[in-house]
């Protein structure tokens, strides 16, 4: 049966629910993100998704306050940003005064690149992702942390992180880049083993990828009366991870968020988990370090 998925949740292996539709913030322009959220939320979103590297989220606060809702009704993720590694306390204390709230549902390391601040092609030599991590453990005792997961981490990156005799807490979240050309099946089912939820970034590709312009995925939508946009986070959702499509278009916004009552068949699922074409969106080449090795298809 058909879910109403804009009410729908995840539960965590914390027991906490995310919501599985968000609304992602990166790379919308200053000014136009406070308007996003607002609209996100009027529209019946309850998690929204930014990051101390997309550099907004003063505006995304003032996006909530200016929706009414109430704060304990949203899921807020943000991000620990790359050249904070060594600065855990310093980024979490960053990204709530910006934000203008006293904790955040869910903090993730952005990318397992412990980027030494004062010159971003280099690693720090004397630090990475697993001492981070065992300094990130320390803040959901705080309150100001409610869950703490990871992001672009691939299978090679998790096993080291599992290794490390410093890691008891088991990442809450993985969050990814996952659509039709890019779908990471490999990887998928690892978190799934280890108890890991995904969240979907990128879900909708990128306006200049080939999916946008996949004769496969229109003809679903066309044969379901829906927009790309909803196939494709319906393929999301359906393969059990939350998405969190960007727009800060108030009527793409709703759109994206007509979710309920209707589904995908399983082979309209095995027609765009088959499409044949491959690219990421968001590569590590701007990395000090390499991230991602193929391990996850």
Known sequence: MAKNWTKETFTLNTGAKINAVGLGTWQSKPNEVRDAVKAALQAGYRHIDTALAYGNEQEVGQGIKDSGVPRDQIWITTKLDNPWHKRVEEGIQSSLKSLGVDYVDLYLMHWPSSTDPTDLKKHYPDWDFRDTWAEMQKLPASGRVKNIGVSNFAIRNLEKLFADERTNIIPAVN???????????????????KGIHCTAYSCLGSTDSPLAKDETLHSIAKAKGKTPQQVLLMWGLQRGTSVIPKS????????????DGWELTEEEMKKLSSLPDRFKVCGDSWLPVKVFFGDDE
């Open 175 to 193: 969050q990814i880049e996952l659509h039709p050309n890019c779908p990471s099946p490999k990887l998928l089912d690892y978190c799934k083993e």
């Open 248 to 259: 800060v278009t108030a009527s793409r916004i709703q759109a994206n968020f007509e979710l």
